[in-house]
């Protein structure tokens, strides 16, 4: 497996790095957490590049979350089953308690625990989360499974504002929507066929932009 110095990419600004993803529903713009930055410099690195231009939303679960970052995906033939491509690397995990999976959360695909015990990030695919309303009493047991405690804000947008809590302190959190809301939702209702790939190429591109 390659091995990737992500110190090399590291930023000096404590500033968010703001990205826009640009597809045919629209445009979503999301800033990128200092918190974890590893996966920020890593995504930074490949926006940059133009890695994800050309890319599929290969995966779409509504009520739960759009997937993309797929490097196969820019080649894939109709119908062709997708979400095993990778850059070559992957991303240690970072866990942050205050980074949680609220709707519009940016978040990084990974390997199940049996192969993937690290629970390290896949190198390039990523999801942006949908979600649905928790109820408190939801909460307080995803809290208790996983080993984690819900301040009073997150249980309140949990429970108004909805998101993905099931997955919290499994996977790595990395950034959040800040405008196109509806974008997330409209994906979400597109057909899907086998796999949830959309029946529809969902094409994405990609720049940092300045806030």
């Known amino acids: 497996m390659m091995f990737v110095n992500f110190s090399a990419f590291s930023q000096k600004s404590k500033k968010q790095t703001m990205v826009v993803i640009s597809t045919s529903y629209g445009d979503m713009k999301l800033t990128l957490y200092n918190e974890t930055p590893k996966h920020r410099d890593n995504f930074i690195k490949l926006v940059k590049g133009g890695f994800y231009d050309g890319m599929l939303f290969h995966r779409i679960i509504q009520n739960f979350m759009i997937q993309g970052g797929d490097p196969e995906s820019k080649t894939a033939q109709p119908g062709q089953m997708l979400g095993n491509g990778s850059p070559g690397y992957t991303v240690p995990a970072e866990f942050n308690s205050k980074l949680i999976h609220k709707k519009g959360a940016l978040a990084a695909a990974r390997q199940p625990d049996s192969v993937n015990p690290k629970k390290a990030s896949n190198g390039s695919q990523f999801y942006i989360v949908q979600g649905k309303k928790w109820t408190k009493k939801e909460l307080e047991q995803i809290a208790k499974r996983n080993k984690t405690v ?31 809301f509806d974008v997330i939702d409209k994906i979400a209702e597109v057909k899907k066929g086998r796999g949830d790939r959309p029946k529809e190429d969902v094409k994405m591109t990609m720049k940092i932009v300045k806030k």
Request: proline share 0%.
């Open 150 to 180: 819900y301040t009073e804000e997150q249980i309140k947008g949990y429970e108004t504002d909805g998101g993905y809590a099931a997955l919290d302190m499994n996977y790595t959190v990395f950034g959040e929507i800040v405008e196109g």
